[in-house]
């Protein structure tokens, strides 16, 4: 078993999630602690700027280049702070672009100037060679999924809710399929932002006041990207035009529509059979509004991870942690069936203190 740090910085824009785990990429054993460590206020406005340039940015821009380094700073900070001694880290970097139907994938972070600062081997560039090949590059969880739920009851649906919205199926043949569901935490918080200045509607009690607004979401529903087969990702900005279409309405209103919308999109995503459960993970788990919506649809009982002991808070994070593990080892990180690749494909580079390689 290797000890890996596991490192992720996700859609939200919220931080740096990092938790350490003990796994050979197939099996896990141990886990030890997590923590997230919260952007700084301008780190977060400064990325959500580049997400709006992101198109046509270049690499060597300067407001990119500060940004990635102070991003990386965040994440050096955070695995200091996690105080706990590695073989490696998997450090995912913060997606600025994703546009596989472009072969384009973009995750800043400086992977070497963190293993030099840390002193430990560093994988990163997990989603390239998928997109490379022709796969959607995402969802990455499905295989950590797979591996944390190897003894519970299938069929089971294993749904994460960041600022994109994802699921991971299990069947009860041990088949494993996965696709991004729609947005998640993303327009949410967008909306709060511009109507209240806050970061996001903390506990969904904004969402939870409001009116769902169902002419809205059945407009919504019939955007091409519902009627497209899985497997199938999405950008975090690809919806965001959508708010436009709320400017008429209270931002109760909007809360309660775009996370009913959400819901929506969960229960409108074509799986192989009906799940036993659902169990949710990510910061959408935390919205009651959010959760209500999917208990309505769903049809089968929906409860956080943590109803079978996993930690939903830290569940990104190890997965990076189990993917390093497995980018090291050359095993698969995607499926025909996660991301649509053509066959099982490993993925990620591993750079080392002192020099970097292929891993």
């Known amino acids: 078993m290797l000890r890996v740090i596991g490192l992720m910085s996700g859609t939200s824009l919220d931080g740096v999630d990092a938790a350490w785990l003990e796994t050979d990429g197939k099996a896990l054993g141990a886990f030890g602690p997590s923590l997230t460590l919260p952007y700084d206020p301008a780190l977060r406005a400064d990325l959500r700027r580049i997400l709006d340039r992101a198109p046509e940015l270049r690499a060597d821009d300067p407001a990119l280049l500060d940004a990635t380094r102070r991003l990386t700073e965040a994440h050096i900070e955070a695995v200091r702070r996690l105080g706990r001694s590695a073989d490696l880290i998997g450090f995912h970097g913060q997606t600025i672009l994703h546009d596989p139907a472009a072969r384009r994938t973009w995750q800043i972070g400086d992977a070497q100037l963190l293993a030099s600062a840390v002193g430990v081997p560093v994988a990163h560039a997990f ?17 950590f999924h797979a591996a944390l739920a190897r003894d519970l009851p299938k069929p089971l649906a294993v749904l994460n809710i960041g600022g994109v919205a994802n699921v991971t199926f299990l069947g009860s043949d041990g088949a494993v399929a996965a696709c991004d569901t729609g947005p998640g935490n993303a327009l949410l918080d967008d909306w ?23 002419d809205v979401i059945a407009t919504w529903l019939s955007h091409s990207y519902f009627s497209r087969p899985v497997p199938k ?27 009913a919308f959400t819901a929506r999109a969960v229960a409108a995503c074509p799986l192989p059979e009906q799940p036993q459960q659902w169990l949710v993970t990510g910061g959408g788990r935390h919205n009651i509004a959010i959760m209500a919506a999917l208990a309505g649809v769903l049809g089968v009982p929906v409860r ?45 580079v591993v750079t080392s203190p002192a020099y970097s390689t292929h891993a």
Do not use: Y
């Open 192 to 214: 709060v932002a511009l109507r209240t200045g806050q970061a996001f509607d903390a506990g969904g009690k904004l969402a939870g006041a409001g009116a769902v607004r169902e």
């Open 233 to 259: 990702s999405l950008d975090r900005q690809q919806f965001h035009a959508l708010l436009g279409e709320l400017s008429d309405i209270s931002a109760a209103d909007g809360a309660a529509t775009l996370a």
């Open 127 to 143: 989603r390239e060679a998928d997109v490379a090949a022709g796969g959607e590059g995402a969802p990455l969880v499905p295989l």
């Open 304 to 348: 956080p991870v943590e109803a079978v002991g996993w930690n939903g808070d830290a569940l990104e994070a190890q997965c990076f942690g189990f993917l390093a593990a497995r980018a090291k080892r050359r095993l698969p990180l995607s499926l025909p069936m996660t991301t649509g690749v053509p066959l099982p494909l490993p993925g990620g």
